[in-house]
């Protein structure tokens, strides 16, 4: 079975920049996540899917955020524009559904890097 | 509210010796817990996971926790550590939507 895919894996902008990554889930997980995880610390949850409508945000900056999963499938996540403070690793996990009983699976995660 | 706090930034241990790493939860309400580990530049692997029944939870690579509650602690063990269990672990609490309150992680670091 196939595991999460994210792409790029690095990124490098210079702030007032935009960006965007994107996510694979595992075939067939309808609930999928995005977390963003700072050097030293552990991930925290930017937003939520289950399939294609938005289940938890309430911790994305949404005045330079935004994420979205048209088809239920694949997610993209973008900031714009970048600011220093966004330079994280940027996970993306999916799982069969929204219930803590099922296990998240991560991806590799995009490191971004804002100069 | 949830949160989880890990008490050891660091734990360093020599190879085939025992180690524990703390863990402690808050939550208002029915808690899930669960320890993940992430090796360099991966994503987040699940080790274990506590949702009801037996208090005492095994996991991947000779790994256990046991969850209690009078203490609100779930902390992960293992008898005999290797090298390559030298990585970064993150405890975490889940509610019933699924979403992960993580902690700040403990980077275990094994010593030949």
Known sequence: EAGVAQSPRYKIIEKRQSVAFWCNPISGHATLYWYQQILGQGPK????FQNNG??????LPKDRFSAERLKGVDSTLKIQPAKLEDSAVY???SSLSGTSGHEQYFGPGTRLTVT | AQSVTQLDSQVPVFEEA??????????????????????????????LKYLSGSTLVKGINGFEAEFNKSQTSFHLRK?????SDTAEYFC???GNTGKL???????LQVKP
Do not use: K, M
């Open chain 2, 92 to 94: 975490a609490v889940g």
């Open chain 1, 45 to 48: 949850l930017l937003i939520q």
């Open chain 2, 79 to 83: 008898p005999s550590v290797h090298i």
């Open chain 2, 101 to 107: 309150i993580f902690g700040q992680g403990t980077t």
């Open chain 1, 54 to 59: 938005v289940v938890d945000d309430s911790q």
């Open chain 1, 91 to 93: 996970l993306c996990a």
């Open chain 2, 18 to 47: 025992p180690v524990e790493l703390r863990c402690n939860y808050s939550s208002s309400v029915s808690v899930y817990l669960f320890w993940y580990v992430q090796y360099p530049n991966q994503g987040l692997q699940l080790l």
